[in-house]
């Protein structure tokens, strides 16, 4: 009984740390690529071009650990047919995301960002629906009228707000939706574990021939400062790591609840850090209305999947799982 109830504490405290480090990767990410593009620190304003050396770095440092030193183990059985209709549109829709979620850093405080970013939830709700995926209720409608409502008033309390930036932060939010309805349909329900890694470069690659390189090229050396980038790339690694190791020993639920607490850490420690960031009284009480509406959110998801969760153990009470489910990253 001793022993089992260490275990259960050593295991809990490891989950949290491994919460904790999630939190604080995310969060520097953020800060560390606001820095990197900003004109009056680094000054490496090509979001595409930093985007896609994340990617790079990425693809290889997975190559590495998963054929040459066989640390980390790929799913095997891809098909051309799995590879044309479920990886190429989540790399798309996911190159999407980040590419056009680094560029709002250029007009836009990575606060005021964060504040936007929390329409998520109302995109995601308005594609399912679209999809099938989701069922339209009172509920629903409610907890999307508060988070839409909370989301415009944290704008209307922006002192210098950008539309181009605020342009870009919803595409990428409308990209982010998109990967994961793209997840539901072409992974979850199919049963399938994808890593669209190596994809994803190829999707920036092309527009930042066409949009960034001839600029990186005018200034000679390409403004680039090796040690910072790699470390940058780096972190990018190591919060995809954090993730995975989240999800593994949680949920995909349990990382967006983190995400709520990382965002409200970003949004106060970046009026700290960044002098583009002023927050406002109407900001802040704005962006809590929203995020009371995204905890609706997800606690209404985590009721639904307990539920689902019950309904099938009910139909196959013989049924034991060998396996932990199968999560998306979120």
């Avoid at 990209?175 to 329900?189: D, N, P, Q, S, Y």
Wanted: aromatic share 10%.
């Amino acid at each position: 009984m001793a022993d089992r109830s260490r275990s259960f504490l050593k295991e809990g405290t490891l989950t949290y740390a491994y919460i904790l480090l999630y939190i604080a990767l995310s969060s520097g990410q953020i800060f560390f690529n606001k820095w990197v593009l900003s004109s009056k620190e680094i000054n490496f304003p090509y979001p595409l071009g930093l985007t896609l050396l994340h990617m790079v770095f990425s693809s290889v440092l997975c190559f590495v650990l998963t054929k040459v030193f066989k640390v980390m183990r790929v799913e095997e059985g891809m098909t051309l047919e799995i590879y044309t209709t479920s990886v190429i549109p989540i790399g798309a829709t996911f190159a999407m995301t980040l590419w056009l979620g680094n560029t709002a850093y250029l007009y836009i405080s990575v606060a005021f960002a964060q504040m936007l970013k929390a329409i998520m939830p109302v995109a995601v709700f308005i594609l399912g629906v679209a999809a099938g995926l989701e069922m339209m209720s009172c509920r629903m409608l409610l907890i999307m009228s508060v988070i839409s409502f909370g989301v415009l008033v944290a704008s209307y309390g922006e002192i210098n707000i950008n539309w181009i930036g605020v342009v870009y932060q919803m595409g990428g939010v409308v990209g982010e939706a998109l990967r994961l309805i793209f997840m539901e349909i072409l992974v979850k329900r199919k049963g399938l574990k994808l890593n669209p890694i190596s994809v994803i470069s190829v999707f920036l690659f092309i527009p930042w021939i066409f949009l960034e390189k001839s600029r990186m090229e005018a200034h000679g050396t390409w403004n680039l400062q090796p040690l910072v980038l790699m470390l940058n790339s780096l972190c990018t690694f190591a919060l995809n790591l954090s993730v995975f190791l989240v999800i593994s020993h949680t949920s995909a639920l349990t990382i967006r609840v983190a995400g709520v607490v990382k965002d409200w850490v970003v949004v106060l420690l970046s009026a700290l850090l960044f002098a583009d960031t002023k927050l406002t009284i109407i900001n802040l009480f704005g962006y809590a209305i929203a995020i009371a509406g995204v905890a609706a959110y997800n606690n209404h998801k985590l009721k639904k999947e307990a539920s689902k969760g019950s309904s099938d153990e009910s139909k196959h009470p013989e049924s034991i799982p060998l396996t932990e489910p199968s999560t998306s990253n979120s």
